[in-house]
Each structure stands twice: as structure tokens, then as C-alpha cells.
């Protein structure tokens, strides 16, 4: 909590009307939920979960990152056979994986209908594409065939259901026009439209506080003299690692705020690791540090 609170950068968008702090406390929640029900914790914290994923994707579009990640997590847990997955068969333990990952989309998917109050929900291929187009500045190049050039619509059967909101799939495109045309931004003094793979690790090494880069160094050199690690662990680590790994490709450079939900996961992790640090000195010399 210490690490949290007094980041500096969760403290200068604490201000900032924007769905960035908003899709981050849904990202966590789920994740830490996530890692709760994999543990074996109540069948409760499978649908926090869903919950959590869904309220996160009806925020922003960078939640869309938990998808397939909830499905590996839950699927990897059953093979090999780790926390609520430990007894049983392997069979058996992959499908209640399965079951889970339908219960955690199908959650998501209503929340996402919800949101839009079922309008436009019900659409097939051929409505979506005569359906007249917003007009934004990124989508008036298009001309009203946005979703014909930048999604697989044009692709596939004409009568095939599509399962989300036609407002939804649009602003996905919207977006994907976005990141192909760059936005203009400048990195170490120089002007660029097509962004950098460095920004936002550099970004975030820069403003994150000393003292949590040390605490999490410690937390790998635990892991390495330990040889394993816990699945939270794996789960925290696997999505931050997860969300900077598709930063490298983001041609849109204006702010940290885009791989803010890293930063509570790295604060768990830098926390954890500090606990662990000072559990393992002796008493006097806890006290002391």
C-alpha cells in the first residue's frame, strides 16, 4: 500500500478524468482475484473475477489484454495440475478450466451488451457494414469504410452474428486506425508521429521511486535462489510482463497513463518482495532497517 499510494505517478493521475485509473482498479481486482480462485480459494472469486474482467473491458480497450491471458492462466494452472487444480485428473481439471474461461467470457460479454443497453447488439455482418459510420477525426479518412478495411467483417459470411455491440466494435477499429496512423509526440527531444519501443519502459523506469526498483531487484534474486515462485506471483508478473511487452508496438507515445495497470501489479510484487526481505533478517536487525 505504501509502495501504491505514494507512487508518484498513480498520485499525479489521481486528478485526471480519464478511464486509465478506472480500467486500472478493475485490472487488478481481476488479476488478484484471478490469482485468489487459482490458489483454491471459494468459487465466489471466479465470478469477481468475471466481474472485475468485464467492468475493466466496458472502460478501455487495454483490459482486452486479460483476455486471453485469464484463459492461459486458467488452462496452464490445469495442466500442470498446480493450486485448485492439484487433485484429480488432468482431464478432468482441464475442463473445469474450461468452464471457468466460458463463465468468465460470457460475464464479460453481457457487461459489454449492458453497457451499451443492448442496443445494437443483436447485428449481423451485412448491418454492420451498411450501417452509417461516425465521423471522428481518425475515421474520416475512411470515408465510411472503416470497418471494411481495418477489421476481418469484409472477410466473412455476410449473415454471420456478431457477438458484441456494433459501438464497440467500431471504437476497436477506431482505435486500430489510431495506432496505424501515429499520434504526434517527442521522446528525448525528438519530434515523432510513429512512437518508439523504448517510451514507456523508459517512462516507467524513470518515475518509478528508487526504493520499489531495489524491492523488486530483491524479489528476483528470491526467486532465484528459491527456484520457483507462487502462482500470484506468476500471474502478477505475467500480465505486467504481458502489457509492456504490446507497449513496444504502441505507435501512440502520449503519456504513461496507457500502461498504468502495471503499476499496482509491480507494487504487490515490490511489497512482497520487501516483506520477504525483511522476514528473513534477524529480529534486532529487522527493527533496525
Given at each position: 500500500?505504501?509502495?501504491?499510494?505514494?507512487?508518484?505517478?498513480?498520485?499525479?493521475?489521481?486528478?485526471?478524468?480519464?478511464?486509465?485509473?478506472?480500467?486500472?482498479?478493475?485490472?487488478?481486482?481481476?488479476?488478484?482475484?484471478?490469482?485468489?480462485?487459482?490458489?483454491?480459494?471459494?468459487r465466489?472469486?471466479?465470478?469477481?473475477?468475471?466481474?472485475?474482467?468485464?467492468?475493466?473491458?466496458?472502460?478501455?480497450?487495454?483490459?482486452?489484454?486479460?483476455?486471453?491471458l485469464?484463459?492461459?492462466?486458467?488452462?496452464?494452472?490445469?495442466?500442470?495440475?498446480?493450486?485448485?487444480?492439484a487433485?484429480?485428473?488432468?482431464?478432468?481439471a482441464?475442463?473445469?478450466?474450461?468452464?471457468?474461461?466460458?463463465?468468465?467470457?460470457?460475464v464479460?460479454?453481457t457487461?459489454i451488451?449492458a453497457?451499451?443497453?443492448?442496443?445494437r447488439?443483436?447485428?449481423?455482418?451485412?448491418?454492420?457494414?451498411?450501417?452509417?459510420?461516425?465521423?471522428?477525426?481518425?475515421?474520416?479518412?475512411?470515408?465510411?469504410?472503416?470497418?471494411?478495411?481495418?477489421?476481418?467483417?469484409?472477410?466473412?459470411?455476410?449473415?454471420?452474428?456478431?457477438?458484441?455491440?456494433?459501438?464497440?466494435?467500431?471504437?476497436?477499429?477506431?482505435?486500430?486506425?489510431?495506432?496505424?496512423?501515429?499520434?504526434?509526440?517527442?521522446?528525448?527531444?525528438?519530434?515523432?508521429?510513429?512512437?518508439?519501443?523504448?517510451?514507456?519502459?523508459?517512462?516507467?523506469?524513470?518515475?518509478t521511486?528508487?526504493?520499489?526498483?531495489?524491492?523488486?531487484?530483491?524479489?528476483?534474486?528470491?526467486a532465484?535462489?528459491r527456484?520457483?515462485?507462487s502462482?500470484?506471483?506468476?500471474?502478477?508478473?505475467?500480465?505486467?510482463?504481458?502489457?509492456?511487452?504490446?507497449?513496444l508496438?504502441?505507435?501512440?507515445?502520449?503519456?504513461?497513463?496507457?500502461?498504468?495497470?502495471?503499476?499496482?501489479?509491480?507494487?504487490?510484487?515490490?511489497?512482497?518482495?520487501?516483506w520477504l526481505?525483511l522476514?528473513?533478517?534477524?529480529?534486532?536487525?529487522a527493527?533496525?532497517?
Amino acid at each position: 500500500l505504501a509502495f501504491l499510494c505514494l507512487h508518484p505517478t498513480i498520485i499525479a493521475h489521481g486528478r485526471l478524468v480519464t478511464t486509465d485509473m478506472a480500467v486500472t482498479v478493475f485490472m487488478t481486482m481481476a488479476v488478484l482475484e484471478l490469482a485468489l480462485y487459482l490458489r483454491g480459494a471459494a468459487r465466489i472469486h471466479l465470478f469477481t473475477t468475471a466481474l472485475a474482467v468485464g467492468a475493466a473491458l466496458c472502460t478501455k480497450y487495454t483490459a482486452l489484454v486479460l483476455a486471453p491471458l485469464c484463459v492461459l492462466a486458467l488452462v496452464g494452472t490445469a495442466i500442470l495440475s498446480r493450486g485448485r487444480y492439484a487433485r484429480g485428473t488432468r482431464s478432468v481439471a482441464l475442463l473445469r478450466a474450461t468452464l471457468a474461461s466460458l463463465t468468465i467470457g460470457l460475464v464479460s460479454l453481457t457487461m459489454i451488451h449492458a453497457s451499451y443497453r443492448f442496443e445494437r447488439s443483436d447485428w449481423t455482418v451485412a448491418q454492420m457494414l451498411s450501417a452509417p459510420e461516425p465521423d471522428n477525426p481518425v475515421t474520416v479518412p475512411y470515408r465510411d469504410k472503416l470497418l471494411e478495411k481495418l477489421t476481418p467483417l469484409a472477410k466473412v459470411p455476410t449473415d454471420l452474428w456478431v457477438p458484441l455491440p456494433y459501438g464497440y466494435a467500431f471504437g476497436l477499429a477506431s482505435i486500430k486506425a489510431h495506432a496505424k496512423h501515429g499520434h504526434p509526440s517527442s521522446f528525448f527531444g525528438k519530434f515523432r508521429v510513429s512512437g518508439t519501443p523504448w517510451y514507456f519502459p523508459t517512462l516507467l523506469a524513470i518515475k518509478t521511486p528508487l526504493c520499489m526498483l531495489v524491492a523488486l531487484g530483491i524479489g528476483l534474486a528470491i526467486a532465484v535462489r528459491r527456484r520457483r515462485i507462487s502462482l500470484a506471483t506468476v500471474l502478477c508478473l505475467g500480465v505486467a510482463t504481458a502489457m509492456l511487452l504490446a507497449s513496444l508496438r504502441a505507435s501512440i507515445n502520449i503519456g504513461v497513463r496507457h500502461v498504468l495497470p502495471v503499476l499496482p501489479l509491480l507494487c504487490v510484487l515490490a511489497g512482497r518482495a520487501a516483506w520477504l526481505f525483511l522476514s528473513s533478517l534477524e529480529p534486532r536487525r529487522a527493527r533496525q532497517w
